[in-house]
């Protein structure tokens, strides 16, 4: 497969998505693992790197930097700001909330770049849009960080299809993130009009159905509730009825792997990207074997009936994706 471009920028269409090294799926990995894991990912090809301020505050960007120090001319590397976390007087986090102000911005991005140890990063997101702020007003500060040669190219996370075009005419939006899988397909009417109106590229994260298309989940091998954030608050698809109604779902999309010599995630992979030439993928992991085996997707193909046979699934899934108050910060 031959690679994709964001904002005219090469990309290997399977990039690597990095918050799960920091947060969000349990402690954080070893040092040293997650330095060596996406050095070994820059060797295999890989050089389109996802991180985030929210990701750890920080120790994501941190473990890029060190990591692809001596290697940043070969790759790409995309961060993301707005989202904080609130906490009480104890500094306990209590929850969380969006600062798309661009005073907040130009605090989160002069951080990134001492973190990333870079000089410019290569594309920079809008986490998710601040409602009590104009996204004119976000993205035309943000804008100014291009001019300033701090940035390359502005992306936004999980607009709407009228915010993308709101941006997009204040400032060329190039890339915009939203999870897209055979799991969750709701952008399909959503967004994907604006993103061929604006030409920008989409960037699929979880297009592993956050582990689940992936086949290695059982009734009886299930997320970690406690400390995993694939949890039933916060993602109904993990809640006890719905986890095994979509389990029995992914069996589908086993089967097609059988037939054509590729595993259950390879199939998802590969489904995704053949939805378009606009769209890359950002698969998260924090295993070398798992890496290896994502980047094999490249080379599966999908004939159209067994295309037609994953697009049936979707509507069948069990659950949203996000909770109440997840659901409620995208498509706005």
């Known amino acids: 497969m031959k690679a994709r471009t964001i904002a005219g920028m090469p990309v290997n269409p399977i990039g690597l998505g990095c918050m799960g090294l920091s947060a969000f799926y349990g402690p954080p990995t070893d040092h040293a693992d997650a330095i060596a894991l996406i050095q070994a990912a820059v060797d295999m090809g890989v050089d389109h ?18 990591a692809l120090e001596g290697r940043r001319d070969t790759v790409r590397i995309a961060t993301k700001f707005g989202p904080l976390f609130q ?6 986090i209590t929850g969380t909330y969006i600062d798309g102000s661009p005073a907040n911005m130009r605090r989160a991005v002069e951080n990134s770049l001492k973190y990333l140890r870079t000089e410019t990063i290569d594309i920079y997101y809008l986490h998710r849009v601040d409602p009590n702020v104009p996204i004119e007003e976000t993205v035309g500060a943000m804008s100014e960080l291009v001019a300033e040669g701090k940035v390359r190219a502005l992306g936004l996370s999980e607009p709407s299809g009228e915010t993308l075009k709101k941006a997009h005419a204040t400032h060329p939006i190039a890339a ?6 055979i799991f969750s397909r709701d952008i399909e009417q959503t967004l994907f009009p604006a993103l061929r109106e604006t030409g920008a590229t989409l960037v699929a994260y979880s297009p592993l159905g956050r582990g689940m298309l992936t086949g290695k989940f059982t009734r009886e091998n299930k997320p970690d509730a406690k400390n995993d954030f694939r949890n039933p608050e916060r993602m109904p698809r993990f809640a006890e009825g719905a986890f095994e109604a979509n389990l029995a779902l992914v069996e589908e999309v086993q089967g097609i792997g059988k037939e054509i010599g590729a595993s259950a995630g390879q199939v998802a992979l590969a489904w995704v990207l053949g939805r378009g030439e606009d769209i890359v993928t950002i698969p998260g992991t924090t295993k070398l074997a798992n ?25 069948q899934v069990v659950g949203t994706r996000y909770n109440e108050q997840g ?6």
């Open 291 to 315: 890496l290896t085996h994502n980047q094999g997707a490249r080379d599966v193909h999908l004939s159209e009936s067994q295309t037609a046979r994953l697009d049936r699934l979707a509507d």
């Open 49 to 66: 790197f996802d991180t985030a301020e929210m990701y750890g505050m920080g120790h994501n960007e941190k473990l890029l930097g060190e």
């Open 176 to 181: 915009v993130q939203s999870e897209y899988s």
């Open 87 to 92: 906490t009480d007087a104890d500094g306990k």
């Open 327 to 332: 659901m409620s910060a995208i498509n706005r």
